[in-house]
């Protein structure tokens, strides 16, 4: 990631930490959930201009698991960070948690909080990842790790343009569902 995009990244978290709309756990993480069509509509539409059908595929896996966890309570965007790095949680938005939940109810919950993962630093480091709990595919294998084995198929180059690419989206999408419109250039 360049510093440029770094910069952008962080100038987004940095509105999200200034901005009463956003909640979360402490005033270090904040978060909005954001419109989940269009989010997965957009995460399409990176898929089908990816320069490669590795990439396609990768951001293809990525968006149906964003989709699966959006299904019940939408999309929640979390941002971490300061200075010199941010960290992107995309995920499911977990929903109203029950006095006494069921085994089911708590695994619903652990679902939806699955997503992707992103990390980017002031030294042009990113990272990007799959985290998913008791998401399955038809297969049985763990939803999580079988789109990592995606992205781990791309080059170091690859997976630095998905997660810069992937970060333009979120950025948008925060400012558009936050009317933040000048967050979406």
């Known amino acids: ?8 990244a962080r100038h987004v978290l940095t509105a999200l930490q200034s901005d009463e709309m956003f909640t979360h756990a402490n005033e ?4 909005i959930r954001v419109n989940a069509d269009s989010l997965v509509f ?3 539409d990176l898929a089908t201009q990816a320069p490669s059908p590795e990439m396609a595929d990768a951001i293809s896996w990525m968006g149906t698991l964003v989709y699966s966890v959006s299904q019940d309570y939408g999309t929640y965007v979390r941002v971490k960070g300061g200075n010199k790095s941010v960290s992107i949680d995309l995920r499911g938005h977990t929903g109203p948690l ?3 939940p069921s085994f089911e109810e708590l695994t619903k919950i652990m679902q939806r909080a699955s997503g992707i993962y992103i990390s980017c630093s002031e030294d042009e480091k990113n990272h990007i990842s799959a985290h998913a709990s008791f998401l399955e595919l038809n297969t049985g294998e763990d939803l999580g790790q079988y789109v990592n084995g995606k992205l781990k198929r791309l080059s170091d180059q690859q997976r630095q343009e998905v997660a810069t ?5 979120i950025k948008s999408e925060v400012a558009e569902s936050g009317e933040f419109l ?3 250039g």
């Open 28 to 31: 270090d993480s904040r978060g």
């Open 98 to 100: 029950p006095d006494d």
């Open 42 to 44: 957009k995460i399409a």
């Open 165 to 169: 690419k992937f970060i333009g989206v």
């Open 182 to 184: 000048d967050l979406a």
């Open 1 to 8: 990631m360049s510093k440029e995009d770094f910069t952008a």
